[in-house]
């Protein structure tokens, strides 16, 4: 077997390359907080406990912890009434009412629809919506000049994913 | 030759789907045949443990004289621990129907959820009980809302209990093939009409039709997209959309009326209104706002008695006054008048022997253990003339707790369409015409 002398400067090219790619690879924090994102109906099983969602609840709107007192009075209420997504509705429906709640303006939303969509799914269900949910939001936003921040995260956290993680 | 066959079987079962009865929700085919007594049923827990003999034999004199004739003055003793209420005038009720005055919770352990679950399933609970798992049996609501021809929404069947804890599993049951899809509406009312409940839920936002109708729709949306991962009855019993808003109407309501001072003093009889008859009060407003088929309610306040032997007869008081009440709502209700069997019954009694404490009138105070006077209580079952038997006193050891449940089926016309096997009583046919 012949060497070809003429492609011998190639060689220590090579292995500067194959060198170079076994470096390992430094990990960079950009003080943004990981967020898991799952594909939507994967790995959400279980259904939130009484004290989960309405913990949870608060947080999403008043981006803060409920109180203790106020969750001993929200969860007596929850256990109150056997029909629960009727009295999730109805604790949502107060919340909403509440002047310390956090929703985007509407003008905020249709500044950027589907950034406001994106934020909101992962907000609310844990995960980025896939295209089709962010296609079929989109055309009601555009098409439904009423359609409010707040209608829409009314109907997610009323919906049967907001129950489950 | 199989060609030939093949077409036969193929024409005969397309005949067949044409001529086959629609089959119901329920999963059963053809309309109920049974004939209804009544078309509702009030089942009053008269609960907490009551003994016989302060009740019915009236050991301390008579302490329900809304209930029973006779005028046997109270027990000097005690009287100065019993509250003001009014006197009865008219007929008792005992008069307005037949009482069973040797009934008996005759087996399992004479705990108070173990007595609500024998009266609400039709079985007693002999094995392990868990109070925090709903029961192994089907609930009457159950039975009610899946045999009931034509089947009937959750605003029909209402558990309106005196306190939480483990109660509220006893809506519906985990038993297979029956649970949330058919249960009832459970509320606890002295939680939710309250101050607490009133600053969690008194002041929701309120949405325009147009905007709910959209929220409605982008839900489904989502809720189509997440099928696969939910499954019904995670979230208790559901009712229909245009049912739910009645009932957020009436909840909302209760709140305008409790904070315009109007449950106060509802009944007129000040101080002496204990949680039992508020507990009966808001069944009370549920009957006359909603007319349900079929409505539970219960009171506890007697249970007292494990430190205060008095008390407990004053409270047996109460609850003999709040059924009475509770009648004369059902009476003065339409829809609900003359068309409704009222049953009454303990869920146990009381021990025949005292525990150590003394209360403030010199009288011990009672437990219950399951001995055999644990298991003696009554039942009354009071209803229009010309469905009930009236002002028959039944003094004979007759009927068991496990009987409620099939007395309620019968009245109410689905009892020959529970499966055979699932209840172990029988009806209390004396009591009806």
Wanted: proline share 6%.
């Amino acid at each position: 077997m012949k060497l070809n002398y003429k492609n011998c400067g190639i060689l220590p090219l090579l292995l500067v390359l194959v060198l170079s790619s076994c470096k390992k690879e430094t990990d960079f924090i950009y003080g943004v907080t990981d967020i898991d994102i799952q594909k939507p109906d994967a790995n959400k099983p279980n259904v939130k406990s009484t004290f989960t969602f309405i913990s949870i609840a608060y947080s999403d709107l008043f981006g803060t912890t409920i109180s203790q007192a106020q969750l001993v009075d929200l969860q007596t209420a929850y256990a109150s009434f056997g029909d629960q997504r009727f009295i999730e509705q109805m604790i949502i429906k107060n919340f909403l009412n509440d002047g310390g709640v956090d929703i985007p303006l509407q003008s905020e939303m249709n500044a950027d629809v589907e950034q406001f969509i994106k934020d909101s799914y992962v907000k609310f269900f844990n995960r980025l919506p896939n295209e089709f949910e962010l296609w079929h939001i989109e055309n009601e936003i555009a098409a439904d000049p009423t359609l409010t921040p707040e209608l829409i995260y009314f109907a997610m956290m009323t919906s049967n994913e907001y129950r489950y993680y | 030759m199989q060609r030939r066959g093949f077409i036969k079987k193929a024409a005969l079962a397309t005949a067949g789907a044409f001529a086959a009865p629609y089959i119901l929700p329920s999963g059963r085919l053809f309309a109920a045949t049974g004939s209804r007594i009544a078309n509702h049923v009030v089942l009053c827990l008269f609960a907490g443990g009551v003994r016989n003999f302060e009740s019915m034999q009236k050991a301390e004199g008579n302490l329900m004289p809304f209930t029973l004739t006779g005028n046997e003055s109270i027990n000097p003793q005690i009287i100065g621990g019993m509250d003001a209420l009014p006197s009865p005038s008219g007929q008792r009720l005992q008069q307005q129907g037949t009482l069973f005055k040797e009934f008996r919770f005759a087996q399992g352990p004479t705990g108070h959820f173990s007595g609500h679950s024998t009266a609400l399933t039709g079985q007693y609970v002999l094995g392990d009980l868990n109070i925090k798992q709903r029961p192994t049996y089907p609930t009457v609501f159950e039975y009610y809302r899946k045999h009931n021809s034509p089947s009937m929404s959750a605003l029909n069947a209402w558990w309106v209990a005196n306190t939480l804890g483990p109660y509220p599993a006893l809506n519906f049951s985990q038993y297979p093939g029956y649970g949330a899809e058919f249960g009832a509406n459970f509320i606890q009312p002295g939680s939710i009409i309250s101050i607490p409940g009133y600053n969690s839920l008194g002041d929701p936002k309120n949405f325009e039709a147009a905007q709910l109708d959209k929220v409605k729709s982008l839900r489904q949306f989502m809720d189509n997209n997440f099928s696969s991962n939910y499954t019904p009855g995670d979230a208790g019993i559901t009712n229909i959309e245009e049912e739910a808003i009645l009932i957020e109407n009436y909840i909302n309501n209760s709140f305008d009326e409790a904070v315009a001072g109007q449950y106060d003093n509802p009944w007129g009889v000040g101080n002496s209104m204990n949680g039992d008859m508020y507990n009966v009060f808001f069944a009370e407003q549920i009957i006359k706002q909603f007319k349900p088929e079929l409505t539970v309610v219960n009171m506890q306040d007697i249970d007292v008695c494990h430190t205060n032997f008095t008390g407990y007869c004053n409270n047996i008081r109460k609850s003999d006054y709040a059924l009475a009440h509770l009648w004369q709502t059902i009476q003065a209700t339409p829809g609900m008048a003359n068309d409704t069997i009222l049953i009454s019954v303990p869920e146990h009694g009381r021990n025949e022997e005292p525990n150590t404490i003394l209360d403030a009138y010199g009288k011990y105070a009672l437990d219950h253990n399951s001995d055999e006077v644990s298991r003696q209580i009554f039942c009354l079952v009071v209803g229009p003339p010309d469905k009930v038997v009236q002002n028959q006193v039944i003094s004979t050891v007759t009927g068991e707790s496990v009987d409620v449940v099939p007395t309620i089926a019968k009245v109410l016309g689905f009892h020959n369409d529970i499966p055979g096997g699932m209840l172990s009583g029988t009806s209390l046919d004396q009591a009806f015409i």
